[in-house]
């Protein structure tokens, strides 16, 4: 037991993650009961049900509490807003190691079927079929700066300005925190005039793609990093098709799997020269 839980939740992640997580009450005024889950195993067991793919109930018994516990602390912890905060304390210790490169940055899309519930719409590729939409923004390395949730109808230019007002006051190696890039790549879905001003408006330089004017193949010189990241958010396989009714679920499994992401790259950084 307390090697898996260590394997999914390091130490680097725990120390980070209890930056983020509420107190939570330890005894029951009343006594007795069952034992109660530490935050460390009931993190643990969310990020097996997010790499996994698997449902609440069958989470291995290893875990040691019953499924509900966990979903009960999911749902705590997402309403608190817990993998937000978390993924910024992430991107803050990359900042400051000089890990983020923010002089190109890359907006993309990606689309998957979904149950039901709030924030979802037919899907215009997929026969109509219900559907959410994940956006997000990477810095040059590929690394998720912004992400957002919207039904698989809503198009892509609608997610811009959202996105990049999104992106969190991030510390840097020097100077005060940064949450603008210098450059914005984006592909044919974003070709309209009022964005272009917009960015220009906020000194962010663009290069978004014209319709009918440069072919789809000379998009991927550097717009390829976001299609990189997509397929990284694909290794979450709780996020292959969205079960959760409720929006702030399926949002937090999208700012748990992005956490990772930015852990993994904070983990396997190579060493400062001295």
């Not at 817990?82 to 900042?95: I, K, N, Q, Y």
């Not at 079929?129 to 994940?134: A, E, F, T, Y």
Request: with cysteine.
């Amino acid at each position: 037991m307390e090697c898996l839980v260590e394997r999914l939740v390091p130490d680097e992640l725990w120390t980070l993650f209890r930056r983020t997580v509420p107190p939570t009450e330890v005894k029951r005024p009343q006594g007795g009961g069952r034992r109660r889950a530490s935050d460390r195993e009931a993190l643990a067991a969310i990020i097996f049900v997010a790499t996994s793919g698997c449902t609440w109930r069958q989470l291995p018994p290893v875990f040691g509490p019953c499924w509900q516990t966990v979903y009960r602390r999911f749902a705590q912890w997402s309403h608190a807003r817990v993998w937000a905060r978390l993924h910024r304390v992430v991107l803050d210790e990359l900042g400051l190691c000089g890990a983020l490169d923010w002089s190109r940055c890359a907006i993309d899309s990606v689309s998957l079927r979904a149950a039901k519930g709030p924030l979802t719409g037919p899907h215009p590729t997929d026969r109509g079929k219900l559907g959410s939409k994940i956006h997000l923004i990477t810095d040059r390395n590929g690394l998720p700066l912004s992400l957002g949730i919207a039904g698989a109808n809503m198009h892509d230019s609608q997610g811009l300005e959202p996105l990049v007002r999104g992106i969190p006051p991030i510390r840097s190696r020097r100077g005060p925190r940064r949450r603008r890039p210098a450059k914005l790549h984006a592909d044919k879905g974003y070709d309209y005039d009022h964005l272009r001003r917009w960015l220009r408006q906020r000194g962010i330089c663009h290069r978004i793609a014209h319709r009918g004017v440069e072919p789809s193949h000379h998009l991927g010189r550097h717009r390829w990093v976001v299609e990189r990241t997509v397929s990284w958010l694909a290794g979450c396989r709780r996020l292959h098709r969205r079960y959760e009714r409720k929006a702030e679920h399926f949002l937090a499994f999208v700012g748990l799997a992005a956490a990772l992401i930015c852990h993994r790259r904070l983990t396997n950084r190579p060493a400062s020269r001295t």
